[in-house]
């Protein structure tokens, strides 16, 4: 089981902003995507294909969509691309997509998603992945993208990881034809608590501030307390014996000093437009797991109490 390369059947559970614009770039490259979506966006879909905006040229394309995994069926490789905070009702929807060749990437945010998709499927089918792009769902059928970042950073997260695995090459060599940056990886889990370790402070301070990082950043005394909560985030990472780059704090203050003075997290946008935040799986993960090892996080742990009692919106 597991070890023949994954075809080009492809199915997009969480057809969105992130999952969405893969999706579409992989049928323009040929491949077959099923697309799994509901209410005013599967309408649109279905109506008028789904249109994507994007400094790198705009283009639509007719999908197959559904809201019914059943009518999919098995497929060859599913893209998890929901919001977390959509797990209890996407994770059920898994089990109609897969048999025994299938392989699920997940790339949700923070460093739970892994886990929770193998309770469902099994941990020989789960690959983990961090993605690396700004893009929206500004209408219905609509993604606009800003700027032209489209990279994702895959690899094993279970098993024996001594090498970059035949199945994560072939999936690679997938994909990155549909012109999406793709970085394979021996182990996926040090990349994705590097991301964490910057996404974690970068959505607490812009959210609980309801600002963007420009006014944030320039305050000397916010930046101390903002490099503070990267630490405390980075040692629990070392505590879970996770071996995240010894430059990661460093490589973060330089990509903090050139951001844009207007950058927004998704956090801070959905909290102002009344919409559910990610907040237990981006801070409250690393509450819960300083907690378990005995690693103080005490300005994550603040920040997330801020921002808990919005974690379902308005």
């Not at 997509?97 to 892994?114: A, E, I, K, Y």
């Not at 032209?148 to 994909?175: P, Q, Y």
Request: contains cysteine; hydrophobic residues 45%; glycine residues 10%.
């Amino acid at each position: 089981m597991m070890n023949s390369p994954p075809t080009e059947h492809f199915a997009i559970l969480g057809s969105g902003a992130v999952g969405g614009y893969y999706g579409a770039k992989l049928v323009r490259a040929g491949h077959r995507v099923s697309f799994l979506a509901r209410g005013a966006h599967l309408a649109a879909m279905r109506e008028r294909g789904l249109q994507i905006c994007s400094p790198l040229g705009d283009f639509t394309v007719s999908v197959e969509v559904t809201d019914d995994p059943s009518l999919v069926g098995p497929v060859d490789v599913v893209l998890f691309t929901v919001k977390t905070y959509d797990n209890d009702t996407a994770l059920p929807m898994l089990a109609p997509l897969v048999d025994d060749r299938t392989v699920v990437l997940t790339l949700q945010n923070g460093v739970d998603s892994s886990e929770e998709v193998a309770g469902v499927v099994g941990e020989a089918h789960v690959l983990g992945g961090a993605t690396y792009i700004a893009t929206g769902l500004s209408a219905p059928g609509l993604i606009e993208q800003t700027g032209t970042h489209r990279k994702i950073v895959f690899g094993e997260v279970f098993g024996e990881r001594s090498r970059v695995s035949d199945r994560v090459a072939t999936l690679g060599r997938l994909m990155e034809p549909a012109d999406i940056e793709i970085e394979t990886v021996v182990d996926a889990r040090p990349r994705l608590w590097e991301k964490l370790i910057y996404l974690c402070p970068f959505a607490a301070f812009t959210g609980a501030a309801r600002s963007p990082i420009g006014k944030l950043w320039s305050d000397s005394g916010t930046q101390v307390r903002f490099m503070a909560a990267v630490a405390e985030v980075e040692a629990v990472a070392r505590a879970e014996g996770v071996d995240v780059s010894v430059t990661v704090a460093r490589e973060i203050r330089e990509y903090m000093d050139a951001l844009p003075a207007a950058t927004r997290s998704s956090m801070l946008i959905d909290l102002l437009q009344g919409k559910r935040t990610e907040v237990e799986a981006l801070q409250g993960t690393i509450v819960r797991r300083g907690q378990a090892l005995g690693v103080a996080t005490p300005i994550v742990t603040a920040l997330y109490e801020v921002l808990r009692p919005y974690a379902r919106g308005k």
